[in-house]
């Protein structure tokens, strides 16, 4: 018999509440929907730009990397790409890391 706190006196538990599990399968399968949409969506569809530009790939056009270097394309290998980048300045690069392909006479104009 305590003078400050109050006796604490069980209650009787009650059933849970039905349909619970059902709100909980629907709430992750809207959350991963939701997850699709915001999130894996675009981002194939980035990557499938992407590769469809790098495969379309030409001698002569005028490029830009990943890195900020300006390029014109010179000469295509298998995975490779070979960039003018200044008079008698050839670099070369995978493909995958060409980032846009500018419009022609880009490069003069800079």
């Known amino acids: 018999m305590s003078f400050f706190v109050a006796n604490a006196h069980a209650q009787a538990a009650g059933q849970p509440a039905a349909g619970g599990e059902m709100f909980q399968i629907v ?3 809207g959350l991963f929907v939701l997850f699709y949409f915001i999130a894996i969506r ?3 569809k980035r990557q499938k730009e992407h590769a469809d530009m790098v495969a379309a ?3 002569g056009n ?3 990397t990943t890195s900020g270097i300006l390029g014109k ?3 295509l290998e298998d995975n490779f790409v070979v960039l003018q980048v200044a008079d008698n300045v050839e670099l070369k690069f995978q493909r995958s890391y060409i980032n846009a392909v ?3 006479g880009t490069l003069k104009s800079i």
């Open 27 to 29: 709430f992750l399968i």
């Open 42 to 44: 675009p981002q194939r």
């Open 57 to 59: 790939l030409e001698k």
């Open 62 to 64: 005028e490029v830009i």
């Open 73 to 75: 394309i010179t000469r």
């Open 102 to 104: 500018l419009p022609k």
